[in-house]
């Protein structure tokens, strides 16, 4: 049995991580701010939510197990109002969205 | 008033429970952080009569997780294929929730959901970048907005 959390929590430790690097790849692929925006938000709450939750699954009691998760909610409201910052005081400097030319 | 008193102070109880790991030594300075959460709590978001429901926070709470991993997936998937697929656009959309709590909400949770960031608000419109055009992305927002609407127990 513990052999099978291990096996679950480094599977999700491992999902979460590549969630991580796509959102890095998506930084620097992406051609402007608002579309950078999309890949760090999304991808890394994504691979953050996977990381604690392997972590969690590991934890050595309930309240530690909780706490892990909190981080959770806790860092998706900062990043998710960040992104929106970023997006309107770019929006506010008059930078236009990259557009796919020709089609 | 009252009852939402208790409710956040038992919710900041249950916070200090669990930063604390469950341990009981530290509680008379848990008791103090308590008091104060509460209170910068009630400043800056004084209870009112809206009637928050809890039935409308589990189904956002069901819709919000799903679409939000669809969200990192997909964007996920844009990031590592071979050759730029994007196709990003402005959209404009009507936004009908009241300001304070629901509008930030929506704005936060919009920047999470598959394909969309929210980049300006004015009194009833919300202009959003969508990374992909072809994607379903107004009827994306009316559902999010709908959810957020019965959470606070808005009129739909």
Same mark, same amino acid.
């Given at each position: ?7 679950? +929590? ?50 050595? +009691? ?16 900062? +990043?998710?109002?960040? +992104? ?20 | ?7 956040? =102070? ?11 790991? *469950?341990?009981?030594? =530290?509680?008379?300075? =848990? %008791? ?13 978001? !004084?209870? #009112?009569?809206? @009637?928050?429901?809890?039935?409308? %926070?589990?189904?956002?709470? *069901?819709?919000?997780?799903? #679409? ?9 998937? %844009? ?19 009241? !300001? =304070?709590?629901? @509008? ?6 919009? *920047? ?10 004015? /009194?009833? @419109? ?5 990374? /992909? ?10 559902? %999010? ?12």
């Amino acid at each position: 049995m513990p052999g099978m959390l291990e096996t679950a +929590s480094l599977l999700l430790l491992l999902v979460g991580a590549f969630f991580f690097f796509a959102g890095t790849v998506g930084l620097l692929r992406f051609p402007d701010v608002y579309s950078r925006l999309h890949a760090l938000t999304k991808a890394d709450n994504l691979g953050l939510g996977c990381i604690l939750l392997g972590l969690a699954v590991q934890a050595e +009691s309930l309240g530690a197990a909780l706490k892990l998760l909190l981080i959770w909610p806790l860092v998706l409201a900062a +990043s998710a109002s960040v +992104s929106f910052a970023i997006a309107r005081r770019a929006d506010a400097l008059g930078i236009r969205p990259w557009r796919r030319q020709g089609d | 008033m009252i009852s939402t008193i208790a409710g956040r =102070g038992l919710l900041f109880a249950l916070f200090w429970w669990v930063l604390a790991e *469950g341990r009981l030594e =530290g509680w008379g300075l =848990g %008791l103090v952080a308590i008091i104060a959460a509460l209170a910068a709590s009630l400043v800056l978001l !004084p209870p #009112r009569r809206s @009637r928050f429901s809890s039935i409308g %926070l589990l189904a956002f709470l *069901g819709f919000f997780l799903l #679409r939000s991993a669809q969200g990192g997936a997909q964007v996920a998937v %844009l990031a590592l294929r071979s050759g730029l697929v994007l196709r990003p656009t402005l959209l404009e959309l009507p936004l009908t929730l009241p !300001p =304070g709590a629901p @509008r930030t909400l929506m704005i936060n949770a919009l *920047g999470l959901m598959p394909g969309t960031v929210a980049v300006r608000i004015t /009194d009833h @419109r919300l202009q959003v970048h969508a990374l /992909d055009e072809r994607m379903p992305i107004a009827a994306e927002a009316r559902a %999010l907005e709908r959810r957020i609407a019965r959470l606070f127990g808005a009129p739909p």
